[in-house]
């Protein structure tokens, strides 16, 4: 007696422009350009324009920038000096999305300017591409 053939599973494919809605994770998988790695540490953030350093912390960090968590929201696009209080290095950042509010404050997504992997005094982990 012969059992009945199951249709093999596809494989789900990343979407292209033009084609139709894909699945959120794959979507964010694609997007995904470094490794991150879940840290929290304070840093300040300087705005041209405001008199006062805004005290923020991190959520998440790569060579390219961080997931910050700040008291007030920061609109998508504005140039900032992003601080690590400890190194006391520097580095020009720009908030690359419109921030997320959450139970700790805003979330605010920050790309530097340059990659700096040296910026938080980590290892980052090889990227699994």
């Known amino acids: 007696m012969k059992l009945p053939e199951k249709p093999l599973p596809q494989r789900q494919k990343l979407a292209r422009a033009g084609e139709g809605p894909a699945k959120p ?17 304070p840093v300040i953030l300087h705005v041209p ?3 006062n350093s805004i ?5 998440a960090v790569n060579e390219l920038g961080a997931m910050l968590v700040v008291s007030e929201p920061l609109p ?10 400890k190194s006391q290095k520097r580095l020009g950042a720009s908030v ?9 404050g805003s979330l605010v997504p920050v790309e530097f300017a340059a ?11 090889p990227s699994g591409s």
């Open 25 to 41: 994770a794959l979507l964010l998988e694609e997007r995904r350009r470094n490794q991150r790695v879940m840290l929290r540490m």
């Open 55 to 59: 005290n923020a912390m991190t959520v």
């Open 96 to 104: 690359t999305r419109a921030p997320q509010v959450s139970p700790e």
């Open 115 to 125: 990659r700096a992997p040296a910026f938080w005094n980590i290892f980052f982990p």
């Open 49 to 51: 324009g405001k008199q």
């Open 76 to 85: 998508l696009g504005t140039r900032l000096i992003v601080e690590n209080p």
